[in-house]
């Protein structure tokens, strides 16, 4: 009997989790767990299979599936087995044991792992084997790179064509894929997770013009490749190790730098890459924030700036790589070269800081990297004075950097060095653009005239889902954002809830915000973001304009298509978001049911009038949003350079800017 869990089947069908849970929940007949646990049941795949046929849903038939679909027959360990066995022959995938334990299940996978490298690519199938090979094992602080901050640390070591690199902590193989993909010509490996070593030389073996060595182990206490130097070191170490082995290692040669303490471990990695360099060549480290300012590793950090091995410090914004809440850094050190003298300064970056790059819901991944690599270029290359940007970059001085603490926190020394002239530039514009504001809130307040006062009106309310039921709305779910990464370069529009609650078009792509379905919004939508911005205030809804048309919803916005023979979109916004549904809705998650929502029935006319007061009130919302965050910039700008020595207060006789 074949098994698949619900995320299975929601592939099989081409649906999302949230369709399978409904499934589940709306049909007695749906079949029943056969295994697994209350939170990651397994269904039996025949009987799956004839419910989504009885049903007319359509099976897909995605090579990717029928891989995926295959390995769920067997246990994780017969397809670690499979994955020893499998070797890339000419253009195709064959088992190269034939003492294989399952031999006939191998070479199934290896037809089916040959057509989903064809269809959907090497990285598609084999992190589905080692999905399922994985299944059950322990691997805490394992993190895959994704390949936008794999190619960015690439360009960072300066990989060039025929160069020898080396990752001894390499994972599923991103971060030497992708050296692969710069123009390295021999790369090696080293994890001590026996499925993460099969899946990167699979990985490995799908890029034949690169000769790949990867080896199972402990980098640090059983160095596969002593002795052996490279290029490039590329490195994501595993997070929150809590015995690497600091007491067997305390006379190790490496440490050239200080004794690791037993609490950093990530230090530890610093010096275990700069040790596998020739000399003058890179390591870039994807490193937690932490190992820049703990103080256990206030003397190896100071001995790293003092000898000029330390080279930049770049802080990334939280997102770009797991653990996602976290703004990880990465660190660039060189190997030293004799006879050339000690750098005395240090690169800083505030990635964060980088103007229309970074927003609250995306990364422009190709502006992103470009701006980072060519700040650290300039910097390498001695050019100083480009390589600052004021509120980004920062080249510091390696006296400055050695005090008490050490700390290597970039944020720290970009604002210490913030120009005053630019400062004070952004600051006259931002005051600009706040009197601006002001002004058309002025205006627009003005405009809200031509009320009257009534004893009460006696409405008979309809509720929302009563309104789907006989077809004067369509209520289009809120879904949550997809689990697969979008193709890269996807730049269709997304509109998000924040998108929603300030009035704007849509600010992210399908590639930074892939929805769990494509659903088209159209002008007259009614948009209802899932969760209220402010406890205390209304929650936010509002007509989708022809600004709109086009973009793809975005993940936890309920859309609700009306029909405007029978419905004003503008009247159902404003009595949904009113103070009698924020009451009937409120709950401590402060997430609601849009089905229990009700409106008056009122006439079209009548409708329309009020329609129209709602949507002055929500664009006198939105300026006042818009006019609050202006002052909110302005007030950060000004305390930044106060604070950071940038500017200084002006005379209060004076009246007027400088």
Same mark, same amino acid.
């Given at each position: ?20 849970s409904n499934?589940r ?18 269904f ?21 599936t ?18 020893r066995?499998i ?6 995938? +064959? ?9 006939e ?13 064809? #269809? ?40 060039? @064509? ?17 050296a ?38 402990? @980098? ?23 015995d ?38 890179d ?5 937690p ?12 950090r ?9 080279? !930049?410090?770049?802080?990334l914004p ?6 996602w ?13 004799h ?10 970056v ?39 940007v ?47 504001? !002001? ?17 009460g ?14 077809? +004067? ?16 370069g ?21 590639? @930074? ?26 929650r936010? !809804? ?6 709109d ?10 859309l ?34 849009p ?5 008056p ?31 909110e ?9 106060? #604070? ?14 400088p």
């Amino acid at each position: 009997m074949s098994e698949v869990s619900a995320s299975e089947i929601s592939r099989l069908a081409g649906v999302t989790r949230a369709t399978v849970s409904n499934w589940r929940r709306r049909y007695d007949d749906f079949p029943g767990a056969v295994a697994g646990t209350d939170t990651r049941p397994l269904f039996d795949l025949r009987q799956v299979q004839e419910w989504l046929s009885e049903h007319g849903i359509q099976v897909s038939e995605s090579p990717a599936t029928d891989l995926r679909t295959l390995l769920r027959s067997r246990e994780p360990g017969t397809v670690t087995e499979v994955m020893r066995a499998i070797r890339r022959i000419d253009d195709g995938w +064959q088992v190269s044991d034939p003492d294989t334990t399952d031999a006939e299940f191998a070479a199934q996978v290896a037809k089916a792992v040959t057509r989903t490298v064809e #269809t959907d690519g090497a990285r598609v199938a084999f992190d589905t084997l080692a999905e399922r090979a994985m299944d059950g094992v322990a691997a805490t602080g394992v993190y895959t790179t994704p390949p936008e901050v794999a190619a960015l640390m690439v360009a960072l070591s300066a990989n060039r @064509s025929g160069a020898r690199v080396l990752d001894p902590a390499c994972g599923s193989g991103s971060l030497l894929l992708a050296a692969a993909e710069g123009g390295a010509a021999e790369v090696s490996g080293q994890d001590l997770v026996p499925v993460q070593v099969e899946r990167a030389r699979l990985l490995l073996a799908s890029e034949p013009a690169v000769a790949a060595e990867i080896r199972q182990g402990d @980098s640090l206490l059983a160095d596969a490749f002593e002795g052996r130097r490279y290029d490039a070191v590329l490195c994501n170490p595993p997070y929150g190790q809590r015995d690497w082995g600091s007491g067997e290692l305390a006379l190790d040669s490496r440490w050239d730098y200080g004794l690791p303490p037993r609490g950093e471990p990530e230090l530890a990695w610093v010096q275990h890459t700069i040790a596998h360099l020739n000399p003058g060549a890179d390591a870039v480290l994807l490193l937690p924030p932490a190992v820049a300012s703990r103080a256990g590793g206030r003397k190896i950090r100071a001995n790293l700036a003092r000898t000029g091995a330390l080279r !930049a410090v770049i802080g990334l914004p939280p997102g770009v790589a797991q653990p996602w809440h976290v703004g990880l850094q990465i660190w660039i050190v060189r190997r030293s070269e004799h006879g050339v003298a000690v750098p005395d300064a240090l690169l800083f970056v505030d990635a964060t800081a980088l103007p229309d790059v970074v927003r609250e819901e995306r990364i422009d991944w190709d502006r992103f990297g470009d701006n980072i690599v060519r700040l650290w270029r300039e910097f390498d290359d001695g050019d100083v004075e480009r390589a600052e940007v004021s509120g980004v970059a920062a080249v510091i001085r390696a006296v400055d950097v050695l005090d008490d603490e050490v700390d290597l926190t970039p944020a720290r020394y970009v604002r210490s060095s913030l120009d005053g002239g630019a400062i004070s530039g952004q600051l006259t514009a931002a005051l600009d653009t706040l009197g601006a504001a !002001a002004s058309e809130l002025t205006t627009m307040a003005a405009g809200i005239t031509g009320w009257s006062e009534t004893a009460g009106v006696p409405w008979r309310f309809v509720a929302v889902a009563d309104l789907a039921s006989h077809g +004067q709305l369509e209520w289009i779910r809120a879904l949550p954002p997809s689990a697969d990464r979008a193709a890269a370069g996807d730049t269709r529009p997304v509109l998000t809830a924040p998108d929603v609650a300030t009035g704007a078009s849509a600010s992210a792509t399908v590639e @930074s915000a892939r929805p769990s379905e494509e659903v088209e919004v159209r002008s007259g939508d009614v948009l209802i973001p899932t969760v209220r911005s402010d406890r205390g205030s209304a929650r936010t !809804a509002r007509v989708a304009g022809p600004q709109d048309a086009g973009a793809l919803l975005g993940p936890h916005i309920h859309l609700l298509r009306v029909d405007s023979a029978q419905l004003d979109p503008w009247f159902v916004a404003g009595f949904l978001t009113g103070s009698e549904n924020i009451s009937a809705t409120r709950t401590s998650t402060v997430r609601f049911d849009p089905s229990r929502l009700r409106i008056p029935v009122v006439a079209l006319a009548e409708q329309r009038r009020y329609g129209a007061v709602f949507r002055q009130l929500f664009l006198l919302r939105t300026t006042a949003g818009a006019a609050f965050a202006t002052a909110e910039h302005v007030t950060e700008l000004m305390t930044t350079g106060l #604070t950071a020595g940038a500017l200084a207060p002006g005379d209060p006789n004076l009246a007027g800017r400088p």
